[in-house]
């Protein structure tokens, strides 16, 4: 199995982004998939999640109403749009697969991505 991620890069407040994440080596609709972001020393932390289907999604507080997870089933691919950035955004972000029911624990995930660097300047 293979998670890769990309899109992201470095820009400013207020700026956009879009992460992709294209799976392999798997039946991307039988899982679940989530957005997980980490910054140097602490925790990996939820972002967004989306069901397999694609109709219900979550996000965490901080990023509600600026980021949306949609994903692609045709395409194995699952998206991050990211508006409205500020720099505390700025984090290594993480697409990781799940098989089961729970979406906010990075312990629900089997499979993750390499993650790419998003970083954004005040």
């Known amino acids: 199995v293979q998670l890769q991620a990309s899109g992201g890069g470095l820009v400013q407040a207020g700026g956009s982004l879009r992460l992709s994440c294209a799976a392999s080596g798997l039946i991307f609709s039988w899982y679940g998939m989530g957005w997980f972001r980490q910054t140097p020393g602490k925790e990996r932390e939820f972002v967004a999640s989306?069901?397999?289907?694609?109709?219900?999604?979550d996000y965490a507080d901080p990023v509600k109403s600026r980021f949306t997870i949609s994903r692609d089933n045709a395409k194995n691919t699952v998206y991050l749009q990211m508006n409205s950035l500020k720099p505390e955004d700025t984090a290594t972000y993480y697409c990781?697969?799940?098989?089961?029911?729970?979406?906010?624990?990075?312990?629900?995930?089997?499979?993750w991505g390499q993650g790419t660097q998003v970083t954004v300047s005040s």
């Open positions: 990781a697969a799940r098989s089961g029911g729970g979406r906010y624990s990075p312990n629900e995930y089997t499979y």
């Open positions: 989306i069901a397999r289907s694609g109709h219900n999604t």
